[in-house]
Every structure is written in structure tokens, then in C-alpha cells.
């Protein structure tokens, strides 16, 4: 937990063939998460005798120690990779002739999504990593996409769409349906006074009408400045938060719907299905507060919130450390505790644990206790979790 040497490597695909500079020699715990690992014999037997946590979902082990060659964004078209095994960062769409270039290669592996003509389905069934086809006879179009840009894109009449398209202005509609256009995406947001006579320009498994009327936003923390940015009537496609200081705002509201979920103080509850709903609800003593990492919390801090009446639903993706002075009438600003980690507070306020709601998937400890275990103090721990060791986010890590 505490060590002075760790790595921490988060990729969307990791290619770990040849350690030539010892770099896992130095390193006492080795942290790698990943989506693909392409391994070597010889690292993998290595990492398996160290400490080190891999997480993937797939593992690849190869014997291969040819020449490895790493491309991105453009299809590879008329390129010969024969002798060569592909990295490809990233998502990649490529053209029939991309395809029958990647075919030559002796091997691939794509960190993102390769996009390729269905029609090569059968070139590419040894890729490595998520693979996803288009229709040959359309203008593919990878990602989410407006109806008027993508009018400006292409002036093609078939067009494929991976991600979502918006239809929500008029105009591009009636563009669309005078030029011909035939568009197949993966998901379709249009408001329903218009899906009746525009509908049939669409190809899709999945359809998201939006009733007359409503504004669409994102997820949305929900004040009295959102009606004046937004109007009374909102479609929040997302989540909901609303804070117990602006519980008055839902007065200024006519009508809101919440395709994901509402968190609201339960005081609050009543006066929001008045006007509104959500797919699904999160009610609650006390406001939200999410941790994803680490956060120390002061005796000053949790009794200045006791003394003001305030409450609040803590939620650790991690971990938090409470000061040695912290007491079990501080522990009263907590209205309920998630913990998908662990968490450092003293004896008395880990004593008051027990009158919250409490809820750990791993484990509590006293600053003592944990001094024992890793000879370090408090305040040692909390600078130690500060430098947060050595760390690589990237989308493809290459070791060659």
C-alpha cells in the first residue's frame, strides 16, 4: 500500500515484449490495468514471480520477436506490413484497402475500436482488440454527430454513424429529406413532434424522442441559474444533483425529466415529484460528496458542518484519512458512508461509525494501527499518498 517504488500503468492496451532497461527491477509493486495485455514469454514469467496486480480483460502471451510497428488515424491503404506486427492506437476506421493491408501483417492489435467494410470481415478475424463493422455501400462516420454538421461533412446520400445522431433542428431535417439522405447510427435523439414526418430518414435499434417543449441538457447541478439558461421545462439526459441550500429553485420549474438519476435531500423529495422524475433515485439526510483518490478530513472542517446543521453522504472510490483529533460528535456530519477502499480515522470516531449508514468493501484502521503496519505516521502517510508514487496514463503502453 505504502511502498516508495511503485508504477502505476492505466492503458486501454499495454505491449510489454522486452524490459532492456531493467525498469521492473526497480520498481517494488507494479499496479497495471489494462483492456489488452500483448505479453512476452519471458515478462510474463517474469511479473508473475514479483508483486505485481495486473487487471485485464484479455491477456495475449507471445513467443513473436519480429519488428513491431505502431500507426494512427489514417488508413493504412496500399502499405505493406508483411513481417511486421501492427499497434494501433487509438480507434482506427479503415477503408477496404486498409484492411487488406492489415491482413498482410503478422499480427495486430488495436488499444480503441477498429472500424472496417463488413465485407472484410473475414481478412481481419485475428486482430486483436474490439473490431466493429460498417456497411460497404455507406460514407462511415465514426462518433456522435449533430444532423447539420454532419449535412456539412459529406454530401453523400447513404451515410453510417458508429455513435449518436441529434436531430433536434428543423431545418437540418427538412436539408436532409430534400437532398435524399439515408442515415443508419447507432442511436437517434429527436423530439417527437418531428419523428412522425422525419422518422423515416433514420435507420436505428434505438430511438430517444424528446417531448415538445423541452429543453435538452446534459447531467445538471440544479440551481435557479439553470431556469434562466435553460426555461421551465427540462430534459436532463443524465444525472440530477440538487443540494438541500437550493431546494427553493424548483419552484421557478414547470416540468423536468431525468433519464438517469435524481440525488436530492430527502426534505426535498415531495417538492421535486411535483414537477418531476428520474429513470432512478438516490434520497438522502445529507448532500453528496464523491471522493475518487484520496481526501484527508480536519476535526475543524467536520465540526464547523455539525455546528451549522449540515450533513453530508460520503461516497470513497479510495481512500480518506480523518486528523487525530477528529471526535465521535464530528463523526455526526455524516449522514451515510460508502467505502470501496479504506479508511484511516481515530479510535473514538471509528467507535461512531456504527450510528451512521455504513457501507466498506475493504477495511478501517487507526492511525496507530496503521503506523504499525507500514512504520509511518499520519501525517508520513498522507505526504506518501500525496506524491501518489510514479503513474502512466496513456492509450497504448509500448515496451520493446
Keep these: 500500500m505504502m511502498q516508495e517504488n511503485k508504477l502505476s500503468i492505466n492503458c486501454g492496451a499495454a505491449c510489454l515484449i522486452r524490459d532492456s532497461q531493467g525498469m521492473f527491477d526497480q520498481v517494488q509493486a507494479l499496479n497495471l490495468n489494462c483492456g489488452i495485455l500483448l505479453i512476452s514469454e519471458e515478462l510474463n514469467a517474469r511479473l508473475a514471480a514479483t508483486q505485481a496486480n495486473i487487471n485485464c480483460d484479455r491477456t495475449v502471451v507471445t513467443g513473436y520477436q519480429g ?58 478475424a485475428g486482430v486483436i482488440g474490439e473490431k466493429r463493422p460498417y456497411p460497404a455501400d455507406a460514407f462511415p462516420i465514426v462518433g456522435n454527430r449533430k444532423l447539420n454538421r454532419l449535412l456539412h461533412e459529406t454530401d453523400a446520400l447513404s451515410i453510417w454513424v458508429s455513435g449518436e445522431v441529434s436531430a433536434l433542428e428543423e431545418a437540418a431535417l427538412v436539408q436532409a429529406k430534400e437532398r435524399g439522405v439515408s442515415i443508419r447510427c447507432g442511436r437517434l435523439l429527436m423530439e417527437e ?128 484519512l480523518f486528523d487525530d483529533d477528529v471526535t465521535a460528535e464530528d463523526m455526526k456530519a455524516f449522514s451515510s458512508i460508502v467505502c470501496n477502499g479504506f479508511m484511516i480515522l481515530p479510535g473514538e470516531a471509528q467507535g461512531a461509525l456504527t450510528g451512521s449508514r455504513v457501507e466498506i468493501n475493504g477495511f478501517t484502521a487507526t492511525p496507530e494501527s496503521c503506523q504499525q503496519i507500514t512504520g509511518m505516521t499520519l501525517e508520513e502517510a498522507r505526504q506518501q499518498m500525496s506524491s501518489g508514487g510514479n503513474a502512466i496514463n496513456t492509450d497504448l503502453y509500448v515496451m520493446l
Excluded at 97 to 112: E, F, I, K, P
Excluded at 211 to 221: A, C, I, K, N, R
Aim: charged fraction near 20%; proline fraction near 2%; include cysteine.
Design 193 to 320: 413532434k418531428t419523428h412522425a414526418v422525419y422518422g423515416d430518414l433514420f435507420r436505428t435499434a434505438e430511438v430517444e424522442l424528446i417531448p415538445e417543449g423541452y429543453v435538452v441538457t446534459d447531467s445538471l447541478h440544479l440551481t435557479g441559474a439553470a431556469a434562466d439558461l435553460y426555461g421551465t421545462r427540462l430534459y436532463i439526459r443524465g444525472d440530477l444533483l440538487l443540494k438541500r441550500a437550493d431546494a427553493d429553485c424548483l419552484s421557478r420549474f414547470e416540468a423536468i425529466r431525468v433519464t438517469g438519476c435524481a440525488t436530492l435531500p430527502a426534505v426535498c423529495a415531495k417538492a421535486f415529484r411535483a414537477v418531476g422524475s428520474a429513470e432512478y433515485y438516490r434520497v438522502s439526510d445529507g448532500d453528496g460528496y464523491t471522493i475518487n483518490g484520496w481526501e484527508s478530513f480536519s476535526h475543524a472542517r467536520l465540526s464547523g458542518m455539525v455546528e451549522r446543521g449540515e450533513k453530508m453522504d460520503l461516497d470513497i472510490n479510495g481512500y480518506a
Design 67 to 124: 519488428e513491431f510497428l505502431q500507426i494512427s488515424q489514417n488508413s493504412p491503404d496500399g502499405a505493406d506490413f508483411s513481417g511486421k506486427f501492427i499497434l494501433i492506437a487509438g480507434s482506427l476506421l479503415v477503408t477496404e484497402a486498409g484492411a487488406r493491408a492489415l491482413a498482410g501483417a503478422d499480427g495486430v492489435l488495436v488499444s480503441g475500436t477498429l472500424y472496417y467494410p463488413e465485407n472484410c470481415s473475414g481478412l481481419l
